[in-house]
């Protein structure tokens, strides 16, 4: 051991604990105070293996780039071919994922929609039911069919696109939905059907069907109710991909959404969060390996989420083998989600106080559960949801997935692909011996794929 | 028209055309006040889902899961048992079941009338928002399961946990109660009970007497679940 080194303490007695550090011992305290667990939004804040520990190897004399401004490199998605009478087509394969109204205030449904339409891309209901606003600024809108079945009804089945059954999500597999009381306004517990005010838990299981032998029966009633026209996904939380997403083909999904463990939520306990299900990373090879064993590869298309961010991201899920991915926190984000300041009539205003209210600094906040979002996304207040004006977060939004898209297309003309659907395993390499392990990707440099 | 047979009334049997076919003509093809039989039903799963006209439908035989399943505003009579699901989240009109009914019935449904004139398996009303439903007979385990609204008369016993963690839904029972669930509790009947309970077993055709039924709703405990919060200890 080299004692001179800066980082070894000096002292034995301010030896700090590896175990019980700072963070740790704040987490017991808080719970001896508080008898309760902690609670709060977005996604895992720890560390895991992630698209970030892969690379793409561009092409060079083996392999034929394609031109990165002139060329033409298709970004064109079909989802939802299998039994579909009208499959979904949009223009690139970044969709945004199920949020709730009631988790996100009205505005922002609306600003998603737009911003989902301006881009050519699907955005999503959530478990509160579908708003007028976000039909009418949709395009194409995919409706959830959630265990709470708030507000779930056959007129906006009939309004929607294409409709997702969720079985889990991300953030908490094996968990229903939570929101709190101070974001119950009137109008979400009348969509709702709850009392106003009240801490709603939602149900972790569907009320009618149990396995996946009911579930093959639900999505035919689903089909049988709209004619066999809209495409049918299963959206799944990443803990047993390979047989969840095998079991979700065999129920008849015309699409299978995987989300990882680092999928957002509004509102979760943090042991849940960053404790219960696998990176997105293990998930996508796991939801590609099952659709290969069965070879659906395809037939039945495969959306990824939870923590795609750029299109790096993008481009890595597609090519392990996705069809689409999903995003939520990232879209956040653009419209301002931890931003220091909100846009009102061109003017910038600082949140910072409104921040420190909450006990925390922009970067940090993940209060989406108290319904105080200083920059008015994850609110129902009517004076704080004023602070993002839909036009502003649509065009934002817009602008991000118009990014990531251009970015997408960037690394696959790299990699000589006409179309971004092209990108492949082999156009990978991982980084650490865990992504390699995980995404069955060789280490760079080598041809090793550690337990292959 | 003569009131006996009308030139509109339709027939259609199971076992000459694919349920599919039905299920399109009953979305698209009807007119108000319509009677349409479906003959041979035979089990099969998802008979005349999604209905959205006032029409009177009968089922001659037993039907599988989800039977007239988010029905709107149809007055739909199965003569024979049903399978999981019967009405499941239905939003207007009625639903009779002549026989008994497997599990869920009624589930998520936000309004309507469901009828079962015989026994209801586990999970009766799970997750109701806002329907009737009236059983003849039993209601196993777990009926009325996170109800939000609504209310569910049950002529006969019920099962382990009843009213698990109920919202704003009235139960009824008649017979005996194995056990109720987390937060459901007996309430002493009021005035309002009873004539809801008149109401409905009339329109149920039932002829008990509403002085015999007990009355279980939400304790409200669980409505605010962190109530020790922010206490410093």
Known sequence: ?452 | MDGLTRSNDLTFDLAQMPLRDVNQFLHHNVESGQKITILNPDGAHNIAVGLDAPIDLDIAGHAGYYAAGMNKLANVTIAGNVGPGVAENMMSGRVHVRGFASVAAGASAHSGLLVIDGDASLRCGISLKGADIVVGGNVGSFSGFMAQAGRMVVCGNAGDALGDSLYEAIIYVRGDIKSLGADAQLQPMTDTDYSTLEELLTKAELTYSPQEFKRIASAKQLYHWNANAHQEY
């Open chain 1, 1 to 452: 051991m080299d004692l001179n080194n800066s980082s070894t303490p000096r002292s034995l007695s301010r030896e700090a604990s590896w175990g019980y550090d700072h963070r740790m011992i704040n987490y017991i305290q808080n719970a001896a105070n508080q008898g309760l667990y902690e609670i709060r939004g977005l996604g895992a804040k720890r560390q895991l293996p992630h698209f970030d520990d892969l690379v793409f190897l561009g092409a060079s004399l083996t392999r034929y780039p394609l031109e990165g401004y002139r060329e033409k490199c298709s970004t064109k998605t079909v989802l939802g071919t299998r039994y579909a009478k009208k499959p979904i087509e949009l223009d690139i394969p970044i969709t945004i994922a199920g949020m709730s109204f009631g988790s996100l205030s009205a505005h922002v449904k609306d600003a998603l929609g737009r911003a989902a339409t301006a881009a050519g891309t699907s955005t999503t209901t959530g478990d509160g039911g579908m708003t007028p606003e976000e039909r009418l600024s949709s395009k194409t809108l995919v409706y959830q069919c959630l265990p709470s079945r708030y507000g779930f009804n056959p007129d906006d089945v009939r309004k929607a696109d294409a409709i997702e059954i969720v079985i889990g999500q991300g953030a908490k597999p094996g968990g229903g939905g939570m929101l709190l009381g101070q974001k119950i306004n009137p109008r979400v517990a009348q969509m709702r059907t709850l009392p106003e005010g009240i801490d709603q838990r939602s149900a972790c299981r569907h009320p009618d069907w149990t396995g996946s032998d009911d579930l093959t029966i639900k999505i035919a009633e689903l089909r049988e109710l709209t004619d066999w026209e809209k495409p049918i996904y299963v959206k799944v939380g990443a803990s047993r991909p390979f047989n969840d997403v095998k079991l979700a083909v065999q129920s008849g999904a015309d699409v299978v959404v995987v989300d990882g463990m680092q999928g957002g939520t509004a509102a979760t306990q943090v042991v849940f969060i960053e404790h219960v299900g696998i990176p997105t990373l293990a998930a996508v090879r796991q939801a590609v390996d099952a659709l290969e064993d069965l070879n659906m590869k395809g037939k039945v298309q495969l959306i990824v989420s939870g923590g795609v961010r750029t299109g790096a991201d993008v481009a890595k899920a597609l090519a392990m083998g996705a069809d689409a991915v999903s995003i939520g926190q990232g879209t956040l984000f653009a419209m301002g989600c931890n931003q220091e300041t909100y846009l009102q009539d061109g003017t910038h205003y600082s949140a910072v106080d409104d921040y420190t209210a909450l006990g925390t600094t922009p970067g940090h906040c993940h209060h989406c559960h108290t319904g105080k979002c200083p920059v008015g996304i994850t609110t129902q207040d009517a004076m704080l949801e004023q602070r993002l004006e839909p036009q502003v977060g649509a065009q934002r939004v817009k602008n991000y997935l118009q990014t990531l898209a251009m970015e997408l297309t960037t690394i696959a003309r790299a990699c000589g692909k006409q179309n971004v659907h092209h990108l492949e395993p082999e156009d990978l390499a991982a980084l650490t011996i865990e992504a390699a392990a995980m995404a069955r990707i060789p280490l760079a440099g080598t041809n090793w794929i550690p337990g292959a």
